[in-house]
């Protein structure tokens, strides 16, 4: 029997799945290595941070998605170090060897440089989404216990960094967090007059759309009580509060809540490559998507810089899949000796436009033919989300959840797991919720600030 | 206006939750505290660890739960003591005032003074139950990448450690993950020969159960493949293995996954309150669960030594929760000056029937008229355990979840979050899924214990 070339693709999100797929059938050995067990369905990922879904709605089981592809094998697993002379990946803890090797780790956070990693975390896995959870709802119960108004301000008021799609969604949600969610959950503070900021360096939000639809998503925002201030960067981060400068003017925004959405950069795995790279470390690759002198090895999605007809492909899930469509047939035709490497077909994006939901019942959408906002937007983004979502069962759940939310104003996730950090001191509380302050200082009375709290009388 | 009295009530479970909730209009003032922002349907956390269903399908914010009765306030926080003489509870980072106080912080795990707390966790809490599932499934990825067949074999036995109704839930329901959920996902093991082991030290299963039932229990656990060992005590517990004593012989089972579900304790809390208690640590209460001589104390749930028409009330979600309804109708009346502490009604415990479930259209329903096993056992566990969820989209999810999961036998929330620990080194696999041992040992093929890998050769 002749031996089977070994493919090796390194990263099971869009890219990677759609490459292994494309080789179902396909007389090769795939070995898919990713380091967590599931693929995660990215763009809703700002719904599990805003409590809308739970985690196990946008993410299956990559060994799961390939169980009857035969001649496939899921292995959990993180690639350390590609030695690409000798056709072999180092992984934490062995290696494989490969004929063809497909690269799609995909791009995670950037901080420019900066160390706001801790004080401003960024959207990437689920257990970013669920971190943000974590700190969005715990700041309202901080909140709730404050009783210096002027911490209790910052508690309350939510930064977003960059006004690209994922800062857009997360801002609106924050925004609605505040108005619907939460509204009478609290007994001290009133959620309604939660202040969300969106701070974005850019003249307009989503950049990549067109200007009109920049203008109706900022409008949407504001409509949800969201503070989009453009043309403004963020110098300085710390526990209290944000720095920002705009038009030279340097300002202090307080606030105990930021979330990072202003940059990504390709992951690290990019330079053992020897490929050249571009600022975001974005590898450079040929028309097929292999590397210049290495026809053996592919890169694909967020880590490659895919040009298709001269234009650059943007860094969203279609490219990733379609990219990986694309060498997973060029890899399928060599393999049954079909096809050779010197006659390799140039990758096409087909753009199937870009859509971005603000919240309720408000979405923009751009494609080549059309950019529509509002409600048509927000179904049209609605249902092509739905069919995306890998697995059946999925897409029935997700419905059921958004169905729900839609129609109660409610989250229905809105669980705070793990360790609960530290919170405001609550001094004490007497019984008619006065609180004692330390120290002799004067009692005030925890209802001051209470919208609508007074029960009636004892009869 | 006349002083409301203050009543705190510490714990958001079942006795907590229902306490409160029977105050709802009574002229007091509430305030419920919880170190977690969520209620936790606790009966059917297993079904969490074991990834049938999602955390917040059995969670519900307590806060979201009293949202609308006025005069009850959450607060999250931890109780740290209590001050029975200045009627003082101590937070972790504050203090309250009491008129009343209802203590309801249940029970945690007990491994009778022996430290496996890391080597076999317990199930009390959402975390618990994630980390079980981290384990379990990271244990089929350890044992496909596991070249030693003694260590591949240790990866792929489960241990569960007290035949009550969480252990044998959890070992019923590992019993159906080998056998039909992951059964087509791997290529190195065959997870159908997973062996699942449940060790109980007295000489049946679900002892609070007519004797017929806990056969039937331990036939049905035996159909899903797993070994019940009877009269059989643990004596330690390690990270490859647990020893076991039978009739004074010992044995060692090697494992790298003990769950442990043998022993509870009432939290350390009770111990603040002066009051008499048993071994377990469970606090005496008089007939109407107040302290012997603080009579605005009251313990329910189960830290409570509940005692009913001379019985002690079982430690189950019914018990806490009509223990919490008594006490919050007791304080009600006497705030109202309807009634006197003096003639205090005492707690009747209304026994509604034990159930268990140990899979797939099994379970076991003991009530005072009847007890059933089997599959109407099952749809009246199902119906009952609906109806009990707190939350109406809840029911609806589980409902969903369950349904989807028997049509398909898939289980939909496999998910591995968190750190992947240490796992199996894989050596180097080569090109035809064959292992490149180190120090030039002999090459062997990964294929030979794989059932049905084998695909087609090149066309």
Known sequence: MERRPHVVIIGGGFGGLAAARALAGAPVNVTLVDRRNHHLF?????????????????????????????????LLAEARSIDVAKRHVVLDDGALDYDY??????????????????????????????????R????????????????QREWLTFVVVGGGPTGVEL?????????????????????????????????????????????????????????VRLNTLVTAIDATGVTVTCADVAERVGTRTVLWAAGVQASPLAADLGAARDRAGRVEVRPDLSLPDHPEIFVIGDLAKMISDGVQVPGVAQGALQGGKHVGKIIAAEARGAAKPANRPAF??????????????????????????????????WVVHIMFLVGFKNRLLVMFHWGWNWLTFTRGARLITGEV??????????????VVLPQGATSVSLGDNVKDSAAPPPS
């Open 42 to 74: 990215q763009p809703l990922l700002y719904q599990v941070a805003t409590a809308a879904l739970n985690p196990s709605d946008i993410a299956y089981p990559i060994r799961a998605a390939l169980a009857k592809q035969r001649n496939a094998r899921v």
């Open 101 to 134: 090797l497909v690269v799609a780790t995909g791009a995670t956070h950037s901080y420019f440089g900066k160390d706001w990693g801790q004080v401003a975390p960024g959207l990437k896995s689920i257990e970013d989404a669920l971190e943000i959870r974590r």
């Open 136 to 151: 969005v709802f715990l700041a309202y119960e901080a909140a709730e216990r404050e009783s210096d108004p002027v911490a």
């Open 171 to 227: 801002a609106g949600a924050l925004g609605e967090i505040g108005l619907h969610t939460l509204a009478h959950d609290f007994r001290s503070i009133d959620p309604t007059q939660v202040r969300v900021v969106l701070f974005e360096g850019g003249d307009r939000v989503l950049a990549a759309y067109p200007p009109k639809l920049s203008l109706a998503a900022r409008r949407s925002l504001e409509n949800r009580h969201v503070e």
């Open 348 to 381: 096409r994006y087909h753009d199937k436009g870009n859509m971005a939901t603000i919240g309720r019942a408000s979405a923009v959408v751009a494609t080549k033919r059309f950019s529509i906002s509002g409600l048509t937007a927000w179904l049209l983004w």
């Open 421 to 434: 950090g530290p919170l405001p001191e609550i001094k004490t509380i007497g019984p008619d919720g006065e």
